[in-house]
């Protein structure tokens, strides 16, 4: 009696702990897929707009903001693409700069799972989301205010020790 007792107990121990342990969700696993995220970046800030606007209205605030991105592209000085994968390399290994320099970087992606970070003295200060679909392009701007040590890298697994980085050099 004893025995059959201890059994159904161990019994609905089991059962009690493999649900438990179904009922994890995916989103509470670790995802330990990449080692280095990039931070999220900052939502815009919400702008309510009034009802009562008229199409006009809306119509002239995209043109306006039009006009804001074409002040940027004349911002920049240069224009730098450099394209990685499906391996762990960039077609570029090297880039060349001048200080003072603004430098719009397209990264350009041919397959796998990678990104374009630029770091000056060890520290990101640049860089694109990491794209997994082949033909995606992302860009970033960044102006080369004084010398340093850059470098430019993937940041996805151990791709940058694989190969996958170049320098940057000042004329």
Known sequence: MKTNLILAVLLAAVIVTSGCLDS???????DEEFEDELPEEPEPEDTE????ETEDEVTNGD???EETDEETASQVDREITITGGPGTSYDLDEVEV???ETVEFTYVHEGGTHDLVLERDGERVAG???LSESGAEESFTYTFEEEGEYQFYCSVRTHRQSGMEGDVFFS
């Not at 707009?49 to 009562?52: A, I, K, L, V």
Request: hydrophobic fraction near 20%.
């Open 63 to 65: 043109q306006a903001s």
């Open 49 to 52: 707009t009034d009802e009562s």
């Open 24 to 30: 994890m969700e995916d989103d509470e696993l670790p």
């Open 128 to 130: 694109t989301e990491v």
């Open 98 to 100: 001048e200080e003072g």
